[in-house]
Structure formats: C-alpha cells, structure tokens
C-alpha cells in the first residue's frame, strides 16, 4: 500500500474541481455524490484520462469529511494489509495485477463486503476484458462501471494555455501544434512538459518557442518526442 498520489503534473493534491470534466461529467457527478458504502466502482480507460485522478479525488473527499482510505497499486509489494477503520479501499491498475495480487485484491473485496466498506478500482480495459481470475472479474464489474473518456483537442490545449497563463509563459499556437502533434495526449504528461518547459526557459532566459523546446528535449531528453 503506498500513499495517495499527488496531482499528475500539478503541484496541488487531487480533487474534482482541479479535473477537466470533457465528456465525463456522469462519472464525476456519480462520484463526487456517492453514498457511502455502496455497490464497487469501476473505472476504465486508456492510460492518462484521469482515472487515478479521480480515484485520487474520491479519496481525497473521503478523507476530508473525517473517513480513512486504503491505497493500492497494482505495483505495491505484497503483503496488502486490510484495515476495518477504512471509509474506501482503492485498487488502481487492475490489468497489471499478476497472481499473488489478484489474490490480495480478492481478499480486499471479500473483507470490504465483510465490513461495509466501499471499493473503487480502475483499469485500462473493462472488467468483462481483463485477464484475471473470474471471482476478482465478476467483482470489479458488480457495480456501476464507467468508461472514462479523453478530452477533445481542443479541450486539451485551452487547459495548457491557461496552465501556461498561469505559469506567466505564453505558448504561442506553433508550440501548442507542436505539443499536441508529436507528444502522447496523456493531459498528465503533457503538463508535466509544461512545468519541465517552464523551468527551462526560466534557466535559458529565453521565451518558450519549438526550438527551445526542442533544445530542451536534446539536452534532457526525460521525455521523449
């Protein structure tokens, strides 16, 4: 179990507000009014929609109105410990889970429903296409499962432009292009590029252009074109 995430490429914890809604205002409406405990919710998606935002903002509601969360990867070493003292258990990387962790994930689900504790797990495909043992499948799809959908372009440069405002950086359109066309649409990835960028051109003394971005990406090539 590992502590909740920070906001992908922000520098503020998680909440709804600091998520970009797009097409996905059933699910942040379902989670931001949730009841708790109820049925397990399951998010799925392609990687960078914001899933483990959502999760993340979930938990952090939990948390603020006095509640307890336990936070767990698919990537966290086992032995998954359970706490009957939590509001929300969350299980983020449902496709990635290998044996063992299935196991700990079915043991989670089966103490959750013991207890009357909520669930909430996230995956890249959907609970009828991921490859895990069927008692942990039929689980992740007892409850309300939703598909997470990914901003539109335009959507996605209006947040970069206004996180560049923000920053006191102007992009000009050529290096929204540029962004857009030859980086992942991952809005996480994309922001932290921005906050990558910004650092550069502060350290170069230079207004952020398509060739200081690329000089910067030469120079530091963290993230690849």
């Known amino acids: ?20 809604v797009g097409d996905n205002a059933l699910v942040v409406d379902s989670l931001r009014h949730a009841v708790l405990p109820g049925a397990p919710v399951y998010l799925h998606g392609p990687g960078g929609v914001g899933k483990t935002h959502l999760l993340a903002a979930w938990a952090h509601q939990v948390r603020e109105q006095g509640g307890r969360v336990g936070w767990f990867d698919a990537e966290d ?29 079915f043991m ?21 296409n991921l490859e895990v043992r069927e008692d942990l499948r039929t689980r992740f799809g007892w409850g309300p499962v939703f598909a997470v959908q990914p901003l539109p372009d335009a959507a996605v440069r209006q947040v970069l432009a206004d996180e560049a405002r923000r920053r006191g950086l102007r992009l000009s359109p050529e290096v929204l292009d540029h962004l857009l ?9 994309l922001m ?7 650092r550069f051109s502060l350290a170069q003394g230079r207004a952020v252009t398509v060739p200081l971005l690329k000089k910067m990406l030469a120079e530091a090539p963290e ?3």
């Open 181 to 189: 066309t030859h980086f992942s649409r991952d809005l996480g990835s």
């Open 192 to 198: 932290g590029l921005l906050q990558r960028l910004d």
């Open 108 to 128: 989670l689900f089966v103490e959750a429903a013991t207890h009357g504790i909520q669930v909430a797990a996230a995956g890249r495909l959907p609970p009828v």
């Open 223 to 225: 993230t690849l074109e």
């Open 1 to 20: 179990m590992r502590q909740l995430p920070l906001a992908i490429g922000l520098e503020t914890e998680q909440d709804f507000d600091a998520f970009v």
């Open 77 to 105: 070493p086992l032995d998954w410990p359970f706490d009957e003292g939590w509001s929300l258990i969350v299980i983020d990387g449902a496709e990635r889970l290998d044996p063992a962790r299935q196991h700990a994930a």
